[in-house]
């Protein structure tokens, strides 16, 4: 939906220079120093950081790249979208957490009611209001239609009870998007009912999850009774699952992160081009060289498979599983980099960078934190095992 | 950028998947197989449907079509493990001549070649080059208005069937120097041919060839002498990305083949198809396909861009790398999956798991290529 | 069973020099050296070679090294007769067929008669007699007791009918003893006997099977009212499967082949140590000797794994899936060995050796056909998936 | 040979198992984890045990075991995860004094560590080192009957806790020799100890240390001057057997647990146990740690016969090898069998993990034991 309303470009010809000039000079001349250095080593980001950053790329009406111009978005091809992605990424730009700019505003774009436009696109697009995403529940695991958050109608609102978990900076957030289940007599995908909550509602309750790596990002929420006004649900009751659906489908530069990836290339390359005593760099040796090839040519064919898919699902040639594909190879790869970037570490990986205080000095510091707390890549947004699933179903037909 | 085939690109496959269906079938194959892989009636049509002159410049009689076309051409015919050595006789060898070779000598080389009335390929390889593309020790010794040329070239695919050779031979310098080799047109006739058909895991033929003091007219030498380097390179880089199409089209039947054999076949009392690790080992197939596809095409639009000699290397051998560690993956795959049968040559799997390997292998393996790639980190 | 008829030292303290010496001394001064030269290279083998080579071992009295003494066999440990096999292979000696000495044979010891005894196990020893086989079947794939090969009794005589697959050597063997289905109203288990036939009876004929290398090894093998004496079933009609069994529980010294690892390792370092023109070897290239030594790592990692698991089925305290274990590891660890000999030999990996002929001089004459071929090692006795989903069910005790 | 345990090991490991299965839960251990890992009460229970004199010889009041109860004991540490500096204190540091100094002066020491009374640690590596072992940039100068020390030590374990560091430090050679390092015993209030907190990946402490110019008698040396190489490798040797059991212990318990998981929680209606890719995945785990086991046995038997000091490297550097890759597939597949809790702090799979994963670094990560390895292909 959001991926086709505005790519006159299908046939990616190449992103034009004075694109990718402006867009990279605009990174490097306002990105706040202290955020590209947390960005540079994997450090972890507070919510004033993401805000600042934000804010930023609002002043420039660049925000929301992906939304019609008439809500504050722009008129980028899908193909300059993905390059501002990548470009931002690899000039140390935060990815920004896109449950208001990336997953909210489109649904609301194409399904909410014009009241709800007015009342929420601005201070998403704005910052001024934090979204954060109520999907999973605990135990359910890759099986998101299973939810149990009960929402019961009780005249011009719903009472939400249940919770929700792995929720990505609930603790940031001032509002949630959350699938609720009004209705357990069908199939487990009907009967689910999509609604925008307010985080300070009497009721909600959020309980901090710490991170393998001993961050906090995620979250479980609980709901005591929580009333959500019936206005704030985004189409018809019982209709929730089609409406997140639509936009899961849809969704698809963010998947690959190739500028991400190359990113992280480079500080390998800074992290393996230390001297050592003997005058000798890590870059330099056969066998890490090798691998540093292999890890570049990985790299390299992500971007290549990037660009096909993208080309692909705009052009209406997709099967289906093109997402899925993706998203194996591009986690793969991040995670084969976080592992070299522990190797290439070598004793300093010991180290687990404290989750607060002053920023360490070291390239290497974040790199145990980072390999760790990438391990979710192969399991978040549908584990991998789930996307092989759906790539043999594809393969087989059936 | 080009990421998906054009209609006159699809036109060019569909034409080929269709002829090939029909005239290349697993059992015809087997029949030519024997015989070396080479059968002038399917070489005819070759020449016919125009896919001989497909990449060569229209003043050479030619149509002029690019990168991606040969990509186009090339996937179907792995897809339907074409034995006739379009690669080297057509891609490499025509590479060769048009980059190399004065308008007029190249035309008098070329035609022929388009007509299908000529076999032309390139004996570069030696016994102690494994890799090294400017390994030469064949000599080629210029003396009073002839050259003479002496040496041994090793594992010529196809060898029995041409009627000429480009033989490299140096000029100048050691026997890896990049400077100092020169390419030289001689007959077939003036090379003995040593072990005519000794078999390659592809299923082709090869031979090599002795050079006992050849002597030839100077007007034999293709382009400058002891410059033949970058011509040999273009004409490298040309026959990896044909060896990428096709990795990629055997890849895809071998995806397809192995899909049909798993909801075919029951074990247990319910089709293979139903078993999940089955399932997940099929999809990796695809997704090792899908990289092999990306890499194809990264190195189809590295020769079809414009020139950029360090960009250019580094994606062929990005490109050739990939090919060879997911074709592997695929091929050893599908034989696990397809059982004791895989294993056998009753089956087309084994024969497209052996040729994968084989253009894995052949113009540098992985290991080669990430070298390669190693050599020049951080200098792109 | 056979292994724990004679294991009087289950402590593995280690073989002691005499016996070690004597195997070494004994297969140097007497394997002929064509036929060592076979092994070295991984040439193909033809009945004469593996014939002479068992006479040689059965004039020593070390034709069949499991059997009892009194039946021709060795008083040996069982960590002797492993050590023998090692030792063996290690000394080029080929690894000789199984069929008679290593499965009928132990068998006939213990599920035979007398008369079985007396007629068959003399032949097996001498190599006046070769058996193979008959147990897959066409479609059965790794699911071996749906077998559907019938055999009818006809007053002293079985019928049969059907054919056998995947047979190898049936165009060298004399005999096959087979199971084939005397029942089919019970359970896929039931009603399978055990028979022993004599491969020119009328109506068997055998059709072979060319491998994935060009050789011919196995057979397909067809059963057109093939007459058997009764007399020639060993174990009660329909307990065919409880005979079958009882063997592949116990023999499990085979498995790993780790005398046969390290020859082919010692054929790498050879193929590796080839000087080039430039008068380096392969073996000092940094990189192709890390994976060297990832692999010598392996074989060690295989060698230790196979004495432990003996060790613990000697002195019953396995779990039921060291077998399984024991095969994934042996044959992952094969065939690595197999794609880094394709590996070294560079591009003399294209030649795909002839099945006959004269045997080539080049040390790297058979790598592809090697590894071609070796693909097997992960489907046959029961594919790598088969053995995961064994080790599962111990490890889940399900 | 062993290949397993006899029952006197059985018995230690029987007993070990019991006590930390009630004293040291996850939860109890979770609390010590904040502690920086070390508790008194703990490490007083071990000297009631015996296990601080486990590894010493009787006439130092030792129990005299060798390699393989060592393995036993320290499998069961890796089993309940223990963050306690036994490996360091006792291990490590217990063979550099047994083996380096001088029976008067082991004696001193020994005594206080197998009662509980003394923390020992080894100070021996420094920020630029890697993994050399020999790489030592402290200086050691003698003059007028003592010595000085000057230097730093980077990310010693435990460090906070020490009563006593043994400190390696040059008194010749340039900073990688293997000649010319020697043992100094020195007091931790001499040395300044930096950053007392700092976590690392398994759950420990560790500091950097500052020796300023410490003066220390000349009879604080271990063994003779500058020959510290082999006693240095001796420890490290033992430090990586009860690495190898540690891993051991842990990886098994980490297939336990995934398996119950797997039997507890449902998705898509069944439990996850009866997917085949989680089962496979599962086993893969299984056969992982079995070849980890066999890594240990290996490593045990090598450190417990005659001494070959080239089998014995190259068993150790094989074994090690083998338990970093093992340690690591078992510890990510758990992380991804485990799902999204399998990411947090909250169950013990991520400790697991990082444990593992420290275990596989320290003393040299899986490359640099294969390059040790690779280094003496064909010398055994």
Same mark, same amino acid.
């Given at each position: 939906?959001v991926?086709?309303?505005?790519?006159?470009?299908?046939?990616?010809?190449?992103?034009?220079?004075?694109f990718?000039?402006?867009?990279a000079?605009f990174?490097s001349?306002?990105?706040?120093?202290d955020?590209?250095?947390?960005v540079d080593?994997?450090a972890?980001l507070n919510k004033?950081?993401?805000?600042?950053?934000?804010?930023i790329?609002h002043?420039?009406?660049w925000?929301?790249?992906?939304?019609?111009?008439?809500?504050g978005?722009?008129d980028?091809?899908?193909?300059?979208?993905?390059?501002?992605?990548e470009?931002?990424a690899?000039h140390?730009a935060?990815?920004?957490?896109?449950?208001?700019v990336g997953m909210l505003?489109?649904?609301l774009?194409?399904?909410g009611t014009d009241?709800?436009r007015?009342?929420?696109?601005p201070?998403?697009?704005?910052?001024?209001?934090?979204w954060c995403?109520?999907?999973?529940?605990?135990?359910a695991g890759?099986?998101?239609?299973s939810?149990?958050t009960r929402?019961?109608?009780?005249g011009?609102?719903?009472v939400?009870?249940?919770s929700?978990?792995?929720t990505?900076?609930?603790h940031?957030?001032d509002?949630?998007?959350a699938?609720?289940?009004?209705?357990?007599s069908?199939?487990?995908?009907?009967?689910?009912?999509?609604?925008?909550?307010?985080?300070?509602?009497?009721g909600?309750?959020?309980?901090p999850?710490?991170?393998?790596?001993?961050?906090?990002?995620?979250?479980?929420v609980?709901?005591?009774?929580?009333?959500?006004?019936?206005?704030?649900r985004?189409?018809?009751?019982?209709e929730?699952?089609?409406?997140a659906?639509?936009?899961?489908?849809?969704?698809?530069t963010?998947?690959?992160?190739?500028?991400?990836?190359?990113?992280?290339?480079?500080l390998?390359?800074?992290?393996s081009?230390?001297l050592?005593?003997?005058?000798?760099?890590l870059l330099?040796?056969?066998?890490?060289?090798q691998? $540093?090839a292999?890890?570049? /040519? %990985?790299?390299?064919i992500? #971007?290549?498979?990037n660009l096909? +898919?993208l080309?692909?699902?705009?052009?209406n040639?997709?099967?289906g599983?093109?997402?899925?594909?993706?998203k194996?190879?591009?986690t793969?790869?991040?995670?084969?980099?976080?592992?070299?970037?522990?190797?290439a570490?070598?004793?300093?990986s $010991?180290?687990?960078?404290? /989750? %607060?205080?002053?920023?360490? #000095?070291?390239?290497?510091?974040y +790199?145990?934190s980072?390999y760790?707390?990438?391990?979710k890549?192969s399991?978040?947004g549908?584990?991998?095992?789930i996307?092989?699933?759906?790539?043999?179903?594809?393969?087989?037909k059936? | 950028m080009?990421?998906?085939y054009?209609?006159?690109?699809?036109m060019l496959a569909d034409?080929?998947r269709?002829y090939?269906?029909?005239?290349?079938?697993?059992?015809?194959?087997?029949?030519?197989q024997?015989?070396?892989?080479?059968?002038?009636?399917?070489?005819?049509?070759f020449?016919?449907f125009?896919?001989l002159?497909l990449?060569?410049a229209?003043?050479?009689?030619g149509?002029g079509?690019?990168?991606?076309?040969?990509?186009?051409l090339a996937?179907?015919?792995?897809?339907?493990?074409?034995?006739?050595?379009f690669?080297e006789?057509?891609i490499e060898?025509g590479t060769?001549?048009e980059?190399?070779?004065?308008?007029?000598?190249?035309?008098a080389?070329?035609?022929p070649?388009?007509?299908?009335?000529?076999?032309?390929?390139?004996?570069?390889?030696?016994?102690?080059?494994?890799?090294?593309p400017?390994?030469?020790?064949?000599?080629?010794?210029?003396?009073?208005?002839?050259?003479?040329l002496?040496?041994?070239?090793n594992?010529?695919?196809h060898?029995q069937?041409?009627?000429t050779?480009?033989?490299?031979?140096r000029e100048?310098g050691?026997p890896?120097?990049?400077?100092?080799?020169?390419?030289?047109?001689?007959p077939?006739?003036r090379?003995?041919?040593?072990n005519?058909?000794?078999?390659?895991?592809?299923g082709?033929?090869?031979?090599?060839?002795?050079l006992?003091?050849?002597?030839?007219?100077?007007?034999a030498?293709i382009g400058?002498?002891?410059?033949?380097?970058?011509i040999?390179?273009?004409?490298?880089?040309r026959?990896?990305l044909?060896?990428?199409?096709m990795?990629v089209?055997?890849?895809?039947?071998?995806?397809?083949?192995?899909?049909?054999?798993l909801?075919?076949?029951?074990?247990?009392?319910q089709?293979?198809?139903?078993?999940?690790i089955?399932?997940?080992?099929?999809?990796?197939?695809?997704?090792?396909?899908?990289?092999?596809?990306?890499?194809a095409?990264?190195?189809a639009?590295?020769l079809?861009?414009?020139?950029n000699?360090?960009?250019?290397?580094?994606?062929?051998?990005v490109?050739?790398?990939?090919?060879a560690v997911?074709?592997r993956?695929?091929?050893?795959t599908?034989v696990?999956?397809?059982?004791?049968i895989?294993?056998?040559e009753e089956l087309?799997?084994?024969?497209?798991?052996?040729?994968?390997?084989?253009m894995?292998v052949?113009?540098?393996?992985?290991?080669?290529?990430?070298?390669e790639?190693?050599?020049?980190?951080?200098?792109?």
């Amino acid at each position: 939906m959001v991926a086709e309303s505005n790519t006159e470009d299908k046939g990616f010809g190449g992103i034009d220079q004075a694109f990718h000039d402006e867009v990279a000079q605009f990174v490097s001349a306002n990105l706040p120093a202290d955020i590209a250095r947390k960005v540079d080593i994997n450090a972890p980001l507070n919510k004033d950081d993401y805000v600042r950053w934000h804010k930023i790329l609002h002043s420039k009406g660049w925000a929301a790249p992906s939304w019609p111009v008439e809500y504050g978005g722009t008129d980028w091809s899908l193909e300059q979208r993905l390059a501002f992605e990548e470009i931002c990424a690899e000039h140390s730009a935060p990815r920004l957490p896109q449950f208001g700019v990336g997953m909210l505003g489109p649904i609301l774009i194409s399904r909410g009611t014009d009241e709800q436009r007015k009342r929420y696109l601005p201070k998403i697009l704005s910052a001024e209001e934090w979204w954060c995403q109520g999907y999973s529940e605990p135990g359910a695991g890759s099986d998101l239609a299973s939810l149990k958050t009960r929402a019961v109608r009780e005249g011009d609102e719903y009472v939400v009870t249940g919770s929700k978990i792995w929720t990505t900076y609930a603790h940031y957030a001032d509002r949630m998007f959350a699938l609720v289940r009004t209705d357990s007599s069908g199939r487990k995908q009907q009967g689910i009912t999509f609604l925008l909550l307010d985080m300070r509602s009497p009721g909600v309750s959020v309980r901090p999850i710490t991170g393998i790596n001993g961050q906090h990002v995620v979250n479980e929420v609980f709901f005591d009774n929580v009333r959500v006004p019936a206005k704030d649900r985004v189409g018809e009751e019982g209709e929730g699952w089609a409406v997140a659906k639509a936009l899961l489908g849809h969704e698809r530069t963010g998947i690959a992160r190739v500028g991400f990836c190359k990113k992280q290339f480079a500080l390998l390359t800074q992290i393996s081009s230390r001297l050592d005593i003997t005058g000798k760099r890590l870059l330099d040796d056969p066998v890490f060289a090798q691998k $540093l090839a292999a890890l570049s /040519a %990985d790299i390299e064919i992500l #971007e290549w498979t990037n660009l096909r +898919v993208l080309e692909a699902v705009a052009n209406n040639r997709g099967n289906g599983s093109e997402a899925s594909v993706l998203k194996v190879i591009a986690t793969e790869t991040q995670q084969r980099i976080t592992e070299l970037l522990f190797e290439a570490a070598g004793p300093a990986s $010991l180290d687990l960078a404290a /989750a %607060d205080g002053p920023l360490p #000095e070291e390239d290497s510091a974040y +790199v145990s934190s980072f390999y760790f707390d990438w391990r979710k890549a192969s399991i978040y947004g549908g584990s991998n095992e789930i996307q092989r699933n759906i790539i043999s179903k594809t393969v087989l037909k059936d | 950028m080009q990421l998906s085939y054009k209609d006159e690109e699809m036109m060019l496959a569909d034409q080929a998947r269709r002829y090939l269906q029909t005239e290349y079938s697993f059992e015809r194959r087997r029949t030519r197989q024997a015989d070396g892989g080479h059968d002038p009636k399917v070489w005819r049509s070759f020449a016919e449907f125009g896919w001989l002159g497909l990449a060569f410049a229209n003043d050479y009689g030619g149509i002029g079509l690019g990168a991606v076309s040969i990509l186009a051409l090339a996937e179907e015919m792995g897809r339907a493990l074409v034995l006739e050595p379009f690669l080297e006789a057509v891609i490499e060898a025509g590479t060769l001549i048009e980059t190399g070779a004065a308008p007029e000598h190249a035309a008098a080389l070329i035609k022929p070649i388009i007509a299908g009335d000529s076999i032309v390929l390139l004996a570069h390889t030696e016994a102690d080059a494994r890799f090294h593309p400017h390994h030469v020790e064949a000599s080629a010794t210029e003396k009073g208005g002839s050259i003479r040329l002496s040496g041994r070239k090793n594992r010529i695919a196809h060898a029995q069937i041409a009627d000429t050779f480009i033989v490299s031979a140096r000029e100048t310098g050691g026997p890896r120097d990049a400077q100092g080799i020169s390419l030289f047109v001689v007959p077939s006739d003036r090379v003995t041919i040593v072990n005519p058909a000794t078999p390659l895991i592809d299923g082709t033929w090869a031979s090599d060839l002795v050079l006992d003091g050849v002597d030839i007219p100077v007007s034999a030498r293709i382009g400058a002498a002891g410059a033949a380097a970058p011509i040999l390179e273009a004409a490298r880089h040309r026959a990896i990305l044909g060896m990428l199409g096709m990795s990629v089209g055997s890849m895809t039947a071998l995806v397809e083949q192995t899909g049909q054999y798993l909801k075919t076949r029951e074990q247990f009392g319910q089709p293979l198809s139903e078993f999940q690790i089955l399932r997940h080992k099929l999809a990796d197939m695809a997704i090792w396909t899908e990289r092999a596809r990306s890499a194809a095409w990264l190195a189809a639009n590295a020769l079809a861009g414009v020139s950029n000699t360090q960009h250019t290397r580094r994606s062929i051998a990005v490109a050739k790398a990939e090919c060879a560690v997911a074709g592997r993956m695929v091929g050893q795959t599908a034989v696990q999956l397809h059982g004791g049968i895989g294993t056998t040559e009753e089956l087309e799997v084994g024969h497209y798991f052996r040729s994968l390997e084989s253009m894995g292998v052949r113009l540098g393996d992985r290991t080669y290529h990430l070298a390669e790639i190693a050599g020049k980190l951080g200098t792109t």
